[in-house]
């Protein structure tokens, strides 16, 4: 039996969800960083699996800024679902 995952939402504003989303970037930057230097599998696998979901909560959001510039849109970030947007060139762009 395969439960579903609870969605939740939380309204940002647009200046809220680009500081969010630079956040992200830093810290996938980082477990990006540890993940090369780790050698221990279950570690590995750990942080591969919190990069993926960091990643796409990174796209998701990305693409909800992407879509609108309004200064008082408001954006809903649901929470952290399957699928993996890849953030390598903004990632790098950060270091």
């Known amino acids: ?13 647009e ?9 992200l970037v830093r ?3 980082e477990l990006e960083d540890e993940l090369s230097r780790t ?5 590995e696998r750990t942080l591969t699996s919190e990069i993926g979901s960091l990643r796409d909560v990174y796209g998701r959001l ?3 800024l992407d879509t ?5 849109r408001t954006f809903a970030v649901p929470n952290v679902g399957g ?6 060139h903004v ?3 950060a270091r």
Do not use: D, F
């Open 15 to 23: 200046p809220e969800a680009r500081l969010l989303r630079a956040q």
């Open 83 to 88: 699928g993996v947007a890849g953030i390598g």
């Open 62 to 64: 990305t693409s909800m």
């Open 68 to 72: 609108g510039t309004e200064s008082s």
């Open 39 to 43: 050698r221990q599998n279950a570690i």
């Open 27 to 29: 810290h996938i930057v």
């Open 1 to 13: 039996m395969v439960l579903a995952e609870a969605k939740m939402n939380l309204e940002l504003t």
């Open 91 to 93: 990632a790098k762009a």
